[in-house]
């Protein structure tokens, strides 16, 4: 019994390590989207299209 439950601790402890490295990772390709956008819009290649996109950009 005791066997077992230790186990279980360790799986939902690996679960969430695991869950939140999704978290930091999907934060991170966001932070990395908008720097690009950012650069883009500094060097003055903003186009109409972008705006289509930005909508995806921020759901990604």
């Known amino acids: 019994?005791?066997?077992?439950?230790?186990n279980n601790w360790a799986y939902s402890d690996y679960a969430a390590i695991l869950k939140l490295?999704?978290?930091l990772m999907?934060?991170?390709i966001?932070?990395?989207h908008m720097k690009n956008l950012?650069?883009?819009i500094q060097k003055g290649f903003f186009?109409?299209?972008?705006?289509?996109?930005?909508?995806?950009?921020?759901?990604?």
């Open 1 to 6: 019994m005791t066997i077992s439950k230790s």
């Open 21 to 23: 490295q999704m978290i």
């Open 26 to 28: 999907m934060n991170y």
């Open 30 to 32: 966001f932070v990395d």
């Open 38 to 40: 950012i650069d883009i």
């Open 47 to 60: 186009q109409p299209y972008l705006f289509q996109n930005m909508s995806l950009v921020l759901l990604y």
